[in-house]
């Protein structure tokens, strides 16, 4: 990580003269920026996003290259009974690892009958769903499955959202209580009390399967024994996968797929028109916030959410004391993921799937984003390997699927906004 940890040195040192512009100003009476001063922000702004995005590139190649098979202690509890021994359990991890390349390498026909032993081992006990059959399909182990969702996470901005997993996939029912226009009264002596009922709700999740497609790998390749096929594999179900998710989890209709955050929002009603059509100026952002319940506003998971576009343009915004509102915040030592620069003063995500600002478009979200729920089902992600189907192209396929869903709980108090430019 040592050129990583170069540019983000050089990151912070750019991130302190920023802020040191903007508190300067603000010392001084509060005072908008000079000309000499807002050319030396918008410069800095410059150098700051080159920087930015050569650290993504450093931080996820290095990310990529790292060894992502270690397993940690609390996975192996989870995986194994409390009575087994440490090394036993590390043994039987590893087996499960060298077990799956195995059979993505061979096929369940090529596999040697403990290899079949130890696969069949970790589908009956950790996968609880009906989607596994006998017909082939294998849950990742742990080493695969981080790299799946290292992968998953470059196309995300819905992973910051809150997630919960169940061990099947049924429908299931969250309740939800408002109780927000009730409160208590002063009753004299002797007075019997009243009765006042909670209004309760629900929000039902589902879990649609998502699927990779299918990947092709030439025959020659597949015996190629240097050939990290695990590796690439990981990494291209991943990104598949992980794009599909997050458009869905972003902008999912909902009944027959997920229901997105922004199509959520919307439906809830707490929308804010911008006062300006295909443009943002500061003052719709304020209304934005104050659409929001201070109990929510308040809350450390309260976070704007845009695509990039919206961010560049947000950039350039100014209050009306002529200060930039967005202020970077990242320091030495910090991973990119981990980035808290704010607008406004909250911290933000960025989301490819937001629509770019134009009229009429749902572009800014900004709330309590733990309070849009993706559910998780137990036992997957699942890779199947196909021999026959391409065989006459000297190919192999291979194919993986997950299910999760997603939903807003929202009991009428509106938890997230979203502006409509």
Not at 361 to 370: C, K, T
Not at 387 to 400: H, Y
């Amino acid at each position: 990580m040592a050129y990583a940890k170069q540019l983000r040195e050089q990151l912070s040192t750019v991130s302190t003269l920023m802020n040191g512009i903007v508190k300067k100003a603000e010392t001084e009476g509060n005072r908008g920026l000079t000309n000499e001063e807002a050319t030396q922000f918008d410069n800095a702004t410059t150098h700051y996003d080159q920087l930015e995005a050569s650290i993504a590139r450093a931080e996820r190649a290095e990310t990529i290259s790292n060894d992502l098979s270690k397993v940690s202690k609390d996975q192996l509890i989870e995986l194994f009974p409390a009575d087994n021994a440490k090394a036993n359990r590390e043994l039987e991890v590893s087996a499960h690892a060298k077990a799956f390349g195995n059979y993505l390498r061979h096929g369940r026909t090529g596999i040697s009958a403990e290899d079949a032993a130890v696969l069949a081992k970790f589908r009956n006990a950790t996968l609880m769903s009906t989607t596994t059959n006998s017909q082939g399909g294998y849950i990742v182990p742990i080493g695969f499955s981080d790299k799946l969702e290292v992968a998953t996470k470059w196309y995300g901005g819905a992973d910051v959202c809150g997630s919960f997993s169940t061990e099947t996939g049924n429908i299931l029912n969250w309740p939800t209580v408002n109780d927000t226009t009730n409160m208590g009264r002063i009753i004299g002596q002797n007075v019997q009390m009243t009765t006042t009922a909670l209004v309760f709700g629900e929000v039902v999740f589902s879990s649609f399967i998502f699927s990779s497609d299918i990947v092709l790998i030439p025959d020659a390749l597949m015996t190629d024994s240097a050939f990290d096929l695990d590796g690439l594999l990981a990494n291209l179900l991943g990104i598949r996968m992980g794009r599909l998710k997050n458009n869905k989890f972003t902008v999912g209709v909902g009944t027959t797929e997920p229901l997105g955050i922004v199509t959520a929002a919307v439906a809830a009603g707490n929308t804010v028109a911008s006062g300006t059509g295909a443009t943002i100026v500061f003052d719709d952002l304020t209304n934005l916030e104050h659409a929001v319940d201070p109990s929510y506003r308040s809350s450390p998971n309260a976070k704007y959410m845009f695509a990039d576009t919206t961010l560049k343009g947000l950039k350039k915004l100014k209050d009306s004391a002529n200060r930039p509102i967005w202020t970077p915040q990242a320091l030495a030592g910090q991973t990119l993921l981990g980035n808290e620069s704010m607008i406004n003063g909250h911290p933000y995500v960025i989301n490819q799937d937001m629509a770019a600002v134009a009229a009429g478009a749902d572009a800014v979200l900004f709330g309590d984003l733990s309070k849009f729920m993706i559910r998780k089902v137990a036992g997957g992600p699942v890779v199947k390997r196909l021999d026959e189907r391409f065989a006459d192209s000297l190919q192999v396929a291979f194919l993986a699927f997950d299910r999760a869903d997603s939903q807003l709980l929202d009991a009428g108090t509106h938890p997230i906004a979203i502006l409509t430019t």
